[in-house]
T-cell receptor, first 115, second 113 residues
Framework: DVKVTQSSRYLVKRTGEKVFLECVQD?????MFWYRQDPGLGLRLIYF???????EKGDIPEGYSVSREKKERFSLILESASTNQTSMYLC??????????????FGSGTQLSVL | GENVEQHPSTLSVQEGDSAVIKCTYS??????FPWYKQELGKRPQLIID?????GEKKDQRIAVTLNKTAKHFSLHITETQPEDSAVYFC????????????FGKGTSLLVTP
């Protein structure tokens, strides 16, 4: 079974702090994604990556950056956390594109509170 | 990019009734339409998907229909049970395009005994 692990379930940070959210998958998936989930707004894509060292902006990249130095790890970085970044952050992975490979496997999420 | 609209945002049905959730998409090139279910406090999980070369797909009590002309697709749950209570997300994408899935805003389904 695919395992997508997010390093923290709950995180509390202060405004202006640099925050790192880590995600690791163990199934050699090429694609990795970061979404944020807010009530009434659904799942919004922040960034995604189709390969090591590659990244693509999603719908709401402002205030975030990402790093993918190794295939299994995809990090989300909040350069200077702000209160409007308080949210549930979900990491996901999938195999490379193809007719049968779009299924996303999600991590259990990190609930980030910025005070 | 692709814009996916999902309705209703909340849905309450009695156990045994059917539930229908509808989504529309904007990009006529989209060809992959999955549905994810997220139970309270858990991660979203894929429950069914459909591709544009198929009009309907069934898996036990759930089915998905696709109308490419109208650019809408729907999730149908029959004989609902309390364990069907969850948030359901529809999504759309173009396979092998380099674009990620775009999700609707979700439907919170409550099945009351």
């Amino acid at each position: 079974d695919v395992k997508v692990t997010q390093s923290s379930r709950y995180l509390v940070k202060r405004t202006g702090e640099k925050v790192f959210l880590e995600c690791v998958q163990d199934m050699d998936h090429e694609n990795m994604f970061w979404y944020r989930q807010d009530p009434g707004l659904g799942l919004r894509l922040i960034y995604f990556s189709y390969d090591v060292k590659m990244k693509e902006k999603g719908d709401i990249p402002e205030g975030y950056s990402v790093s993918r130095e190794k295939k299994e790890r995809f990090s989300l970085i909040l350069e200077s956390a702000s209160t409007n970044q308080t949210s549930m952050y979900l990491c996901a992975s999938s195999l490379a594109g193809g007719a049968t490979n779009e299924k996303l496997f999600f991590g259990s999420g990190t609930q980030l509170s910025v005070l | 990019g692709e814009n996916v609209e999902q309705h209703p945002s909340t849905l309450s049905v009695q156990e045994g009734d059917s539930a229908v959730i509808k989504c529309t998409y904007s990009d006529s090139a989209s060809n992959y339409f999955p549905w994810y279910k997220q139970e309270l406090g858990k991660r979203p999980q894929l429950i069914i998907d459909i591709r544009s070369n198929v009009g309907e797909k069934k898996d036990q009590r759930i089915a998905v229909t696709l109308n490419k002309t109208a650019k809408h697709f729907s999730l149908h749950i029959t004989e609902t049970q309390p364990e069907d209570s969850a948030v359901y997300f529809c999504a759309a994408s173009i396979t092998n395009s380099g674009y990620a899935l775009n999700f609707g805003k979700g439907t919170s389904l409550l099945v009351t005994p």
